[in-house]
C-alpha cells in the first residue's frame, strides 16, 4: 500500500490496521478509552510545534493528530454509530450554520454582533442535540443541565477553570475589576499560609487549589491564557535555569555539587541577563 495526498488512502490504511487477522496486533486491541490520552497527547504535540515556529514538525505532528480522528471514527464505524464522512458533514453542517454572515443572509455583522449571534446559535445547537437524544432513548448526562453544562471535565485544569469562570460570568457571577480579583489572591494566600501553620496536608491542598482558581480568574480578567502564562514561566525558568547548569559547568561542576546560595546566585545573574540587563 502505497501514501498519498487521499484522505480516503489513510481511511483505508486504518482499516487495514483494524481487521482481524491481518491487522495490527496493538491497534485491534485499542478502544475508544485507551486511545483517547493519545489524542490529548498529539494535540499538545501541534501546540508544541506551533509555539517553536517549526512547519515541518506541524505538518507531521498535524498527520499524527488526524491520525487519532481516524481511528476513533473506525472504532466507531465498527460498532455500527457512525462513521468517518459522519464526523466531516457533522463539522462542515456546523461551520455553515454557524458562520450565517458568511453563509447566509446575516451579512456585515461586527465581531461583537457575531460572537452574540455564536451564543444564540450554540444555545439552539444545545436544544437540538438534547431532542435528539431523548429521541434515540439515551439518558441527558447529570453535567448537562445548568450555566456550566459542556465545558469538557477532560481539559487541563487551568484552562477548564477558566472556561467554568467564563460560563458563570454570563448570569452575572463574576468580579468587575481584576483589582477585586487580585484581593481575592491576597486572600486565598492567607488562607494557604493559615493552613500550613496548621500541618493539615490536605487543607493545605485545597486552599491551593482555590488559590490556583483565582489566579486563573485574575488572567480571565486581562485576557491572558493561563496555561499559555503557565507555559511561558515553564520555558522562562527552564532557560533560567539551564543558564545555572552551563555556569557551573565551566567550572567543572553540576548543580548538585553547589549550594542553594550559589545557585541562587546564578539564578538573579540570569534573570538581569534575560532582561538585557549588565550581569
Known amino acids: 500500500m502505497q501514501p498519498s495526498r487521499d484522505i480516503a488512502r489513510l481511511i483505508e490504511i486504518m482499516a487495514a490496521l483494524r481487521t482481524p487477522g491481518t491487522g495490527c496486533p496493538w491497534d485491534l486491541e485499542q478502544d475508544f478509552t485507551s486511545i483517547a490520552p493519545y489524542t490529548v497527547?498529539?494535540?499538545?504535540?501541534?501546540?508544541?510545534?506551533?509555539?517553536?515556529?517549526?512547519?515541518?514538525?506541524?505538518?507531521?505532528?498535524?498527520?499524527?493528530?488526524?491520525?487519532?480522528?481516524?481511528?476513533?471514527?473506525?472504532?466507531?464505524?465498527?460498532?455500527?454509530?457512525?462513521?468517518?464522512?459522519?464526523?466531516?458533514?457533522?463539522?462542515?453542517?456546523?461551520?455553515?450554520?454557524?458562520?450565517?454572515?458568511?453563509?447566509?443572509?446575516?451579512?456585515?455583522?461586527?465581531?461583537?454582533?457575531?460572537?452574540?449571534?455564536?451564543?444564540q446559535i450554540k444555545a439552539r445547537e444545545k436544544a437540538d442535540k438534547a431532542e435528539a437524544r431523548r429521541r434515540a432513548g439515551l439518558p441527558e448526562p447529570a453535567e448537562a443541565q445548568g450555566v456550566l453544562a459542556g465545558v469538557p471535565p477532560a481539559l487541563p485544569a487551568l484552562t477548564r477553570?477558566?472556561?467554568?469562570?467564563?460560563?458563570?460570568?454570563?448570569?452575572?457571577?463574576?468580579?468587575?475589576?481584576?483589582?477585586?480579583?487580585?484581593?481575592?489572591?491576597?486572600?486565598?494566600?492567607?488562607?494557604?499560609?493559615?493552613?500550613?501553620?496548621?500541618?493539615?496536608?490536605?487543607?493545605?491542598?485545597?486552599?491551593?487549589?482555590?488559590?490556583?482558581?483565582?489566579?486563573?480568574?485574575?488572567?480571565?480578567?486581562?485576557?491572558?491564557?493561563?496555561?499559555?502564562?503557565?507555559?511561558?514561566?515553564?520555558?522562562?525558568?527552564?532557560?533560567?535555569?539551564?543558564?545555572?547548569?552551563a555556569a557551573l559547568a565551566a567550572e567543572g561542576r553540576k548543580p548538585a555539587e553547589a549550594s542553594l546560595g550559589e545557585m541562587e546566585s546564578l539564578w538573579q545573574r540570569a534573570k538581569r541577563l534575560d532582561r538585557g540587563e549588565p550581569a
Open 41 to 119: 497527547e498529539e494535540a499538545y504535540e501541534v501546540v508544541d510545534a506551533i509555539a517553536r515556529g517549526d512547519m515541518v514538525d506541524l505538518a507531521d505532528e498535524l498527520g499524527d493528530l488526524l491520525l487519532q480522528v481516524v481511528f476513533h471514527a473506525r472504532m466507531a464505524e465498527e460498532q455500527g454509530a457512525f462513521a468517518f464522512p459522519d464526523v466531516v458533514e457533522a463539522i462542515t453542517a456546523k461551520l455553515i450554520r454557524r458562520h450565517p454572515h458568511v453563509f447566509g443572509d446575516a451579512r456585515g455583522l461586527s465581531p461583537a454582533e457575531v460572537k452574540a449571534l455564536w451564543g
Open 161 to 245: 477553570a477558566w472556561k467554568l469562570q467564563a460560563r458563570a460570568s454570563t448570569v452575572g457571577f463574576d468580579w468587575h475589576d481584576a483589582k477585586l480579583v487580585l484581593e481575592k489572591i491576597r486572600e486565598e494566600t492567607a488562607e494557604v499560609d493559615e493552613a500550613l501553620a496548621g500541618g493539615d496536608r490536605e487543607a493545605v491542598a485545597e486552599e491551593i487549589g482555590d488559590l490556583l482558581f483565582a489566579v486563573a480568574n485574575l488572567a480571565r480578567h486581562v485576557d491572558a491564557d493561563p496555561e499559555g502564562c503557565l507555559a511561558a514561566a515553564n520555558s522562562k525558568f527552564e532557560r533560567r535555569f539551564a543558564s545555572i547548569e
